[in-house]
């Protein structure tokens, strides 16, 4: 399946805006976040297609996950 | 109308300038953006202001703590923050708190607001708020910010907003600091936030506009993304804005 991951701030670093992935049908966010080298610990805010996702959650293809790192500054 | 508030219409009605001047707002955290929300409460008209922050000024606050100055390093900034309102808008009853806010002491010390406003450094001290708001069972507007990214969403009672935003539920272990701590904080994003943090508290306070509840909206000044996030999981049937927010927030 194809899924589109799209990252925010500082996820973009060396990575990109939008990426186009191929995975197998099992692959999680937790699984494409491992690809991309990305800190689950970075992962403050999961979308899948818009809405609030799990990193665990199943995937389908054409999905659209969405990453944005913790902002915790004041 | 008092001629310091003239201005203040027609964007907002009279009445609605009178319902603000009867208003508590808590402002926790007087540093980057704290500093800002008080300025805009403050001439905004808020009749009554409580600033809490245990902190003392250093001179690496000076990029962008709009209360901190050649002369005041050192000083409390809850304090600083009174100091300044007396110049601003004496007609502000204001109540400076120079410790800090848990969820423990946050209940008593926070009682009487109608609002609170989350302008906390770090993660876990904003958990704390959420919980303190919980208590009192009055709204949260969350506001942070990180070098050119910045967030605001506001939190009402039984929303718990804050574990979507900081990964609670996804998952995620989290972290107890974000990218601020690599990107450090300058002049013009805390104000950005504050403002529009700002613009969601008077209308939350209102009853009137378009709410960020249960959305976070994500601002990224380098590339000029303003986006605004649905946190309602897909599956959970999203709870409607309740009576709660016209019952104990409408203009009187």
Redesign the interface.
Known sequence: MTITVRL???LREGRGKELELEANNEATP?DLAARLGID????????VN???????DALADGDRV?V??????? | MLARYERNLNALSESEVDALASRTVAVVGCGGLGGYLLEYLGRLGVGSLIAADGDFFEESNLNRQILSDAINIGDNKAEAAKKRMALVNPLVAFRALPLRIDAENGPDLLRGADLIMDAVDGIPSRFALQETAEILGIPLVHGAVAGWYGQVTSVFPGDRTLDEVYGRNSGAEGRDRGIEARLGNFSFGPAAVAALQTAEAVKVLLGRGERLRRRLLVVDLLENDFEILDLRRPTAPGKEETAFTKRTLAPN
């Open positions: 925010f701030a500082t937790r689950v610990k970075d992962v403050a805010i999961l979308l818009g809405r609030d996702g799990r990193l665990d969405s944005f790192p913790p902002v915790g500054g004041g």
